[in-house]
Every structure is written in structure tokens, then in C-alpha cells.
């Protein structure tokens, strides 16, 4: 099965506490892991404000997944989010196989010097 490169970005909602929200990415890694894809780089973005009003908030928790997957798991991914009251908004993109790659070489290279 050839996996691709993926881009989540989640909004979570912004009542999180720390605690909370970590565990809410680890959520995401989990089914990430249960759907057999290989995480390239989580970032997490902070609280920001939103574009808009959605669901009478103006913040959220934006958080970046990056990861290579079958495109299965995308649908799964996603009928998850939906699912889940702490997600404001999600939004996942399939990106050019360069991009998965660019993300993993500051890590290999073990660091400049």
C-alpha cells in the first residue's frame, strides 16, 4: 500500500487547558498510529485568533499533523473530527511527497556545525 503525504491542520476549541489539549493531540497520534500512518512532524501553533466567529468563539488551538498514510485513513481521520466537541475545525490537504521529506531532514541531519 503506497503511503502519501498528508497536512492536518485542527482547530481545537480554545477552553483547553494544557493538559487537555495535549491530550487531545495525542488523540490525533493515536489514530493516526491505529490507521497505520507514519507521523512526520506535529506543530502546534498556539491559540489564535479565528478568521471568523464558529460556534460563538473567536479563538482556537490551531495544531499541524503532518504525516504519510494510505489515503484511507484520511476518511477515518476525518469522520473522527467530526465526532469530537473539541474540534472547531479541521482541514487535511495530501501534499507533494518533497514537502513529508523536507519536514524529517532537520531532524536526521542531527543538527548544523
Not at 498528508?6 to 493531540?25: H, K
Not at 478568521?51 to 476518511?75: D, H, M, N, Q, S
Not at 473522527?80 to 511527497?97: I, P, Q, W
Request: charged letters at 40%; a negative charge; aromatic letters at 10%.
Amino acid at each position: 500500500m503506497e503511503l502519501r503525504c498528508y497536512e492536518s491542520v485542527v482547530v481545537f476549541i480554545p477552553e483547553l487547558e494544557d493538559a487537555q489539549l495535549e491530550e487531545q493531540i495525542d488523540w490525533v497520534k493515536g489514530l493516526l498510529e491505529k490507521g497505520e500512518a507514519r507521523l512526520v512532524e506535529v506543530e502546534n501553533w498556539g491559540r489564535k485568533r479565528l478568521a471568523y466567529e464558529i460556534e460563538k468563539k473567536r479563538e482556537g488551538y490551531y495544531v499541524l499533523f503532518r504525516f504519510r498514510a494510505p489515503g484511507t485513513v484520511v476518511e477515518e481521520l476525518e469522520k473522527s473530527y467530526r465526532l469530537n466537541g473539541n474540534v472547531l475545525r479541521y482541514l487535511t490537504v495530501k501534499r507533494k511527497d518533497r514537502e513529508c521529506e523536507k519536514a524529517q531532514k532537520p531532524e536526521e541531519s542531527g543538527g548544523e556545525g
